[in-house]
T-cell receptor
Framework: QKEVEQDPGPLSVPEGAIVSLNCTYSNSAFQYFMWYRQYSRKGPELLMYTYSSGNKEDGRFTAQVDKSSKYISLFIRDSQPSDSATYLCAMSESGANSKLTFGKGITLSVRP | KAGVTQTPRYLIKTRGQQVTLSCSPISGHRSVSWYQQTPGQGLQFLFEYFSETQRNKGNFPGRFSGRQFSNSRSEMNVSTLELGDSALYLC?????????????FGSGTRLTVV
């Protein structure tokens, strides 16, 4: 079993849909949880960062962490074609910039 | 502000050769980390350098090595290349302290081993 599991996708939704992306993990020492977005031919860019359990909202994006269930989610409201990208969850024991363990990523396509 | 610069963008090498990849971090960033991205395994941590010292290392064979220079620029080297080393190699920089800002990644070097 990999330390971080992410739904493999791909995922295709119509513009305006609510998108839910999820990851589960097995390492209870993970304290820092991130979502990265990666466009084709680019490196990943940090989208959301959460420390420990809880919710965080930034515009159309909401990140949720449930440490008791070892489950994290990213919600995208009012999805746009520009949201079409690969989304990667990432986790760390010691910091948002320290030895991240990534999920394999899910490719999202938002249809106009 | 310039981003993380990786050179070259693309490389084709033959099995058994060695290769050196270069990364220039964001100005002022002292930490550089390297990741390997493949379709099968996703993104995997290779190593992290901070102030010229390796601070952390992933589970890769000794053929993978790196170093950091006094200006924070970093290189990674892969010796005795294998077909399975074909991947996108990503460099990421950060200030190095505990922060909420995470990494800034470069666009990567696409290595193909034939």
């Amino acid at each position: 079993q990999k330390e971080v599991e992410q739904d493999p996708g791909p995922l295709s939704v119509p513009e305006g849909a609510i998108v839910s992306l999820n990851c589960t993990y097995s390492n209870s020492a993970f304290q820092y949880f991130m979502w990265y977005r990666q466009y084709s031919r680019k490196g990943p860019e940090l989208l959301m960062y959460t420390y420990s359990s809880g919710n965080k909202e930034d515009g159309r994006f909401t990140a949720q962490v449930d440490k008791s269930s070892k489950y994290i989610s990213l919600f995208i409201r009012d999805s746009q074609p520009s949201d079409s990208a690969t989304y990667l969850c990432a986790m760390s024991e010691s910091g948002a910039n320290s030895k991240l363990t990534f999920g394999k990523g899910i490719t999202l396509s938002v249809r106009p | 502000k310039a981003g993380v610069t990786q050179t070259p963008r693309y490389l084709i090498k033959t099995r058994g050769q060695q290769v050196t990849l270069s990364c220039s971090p964001i100005s002022g960033h002292r930490s550089v980390s390297w990741y390997q991205q493949t379709p099968g395994q996703g993104l995997q941590f290779l190593f992290e350098y901070f102030s010229e010292t390796q601070r952390n290392k992933g589970n890769f064979p000794g053929r993978f090595s790196g170093r950091q220079f006094s200006n924070s620029r970093s290189e990674m080297n892969v010796s005795t290349l294998e077909l399975g080393d074909s991947a996108l190699y990503l460099c990421a920089s950060s200030s190095g302290g505990t922060n909420n800002y995470g990494y800034t990644f470069g666009s990567g070097t696409r290595l193909t081993v034939v």
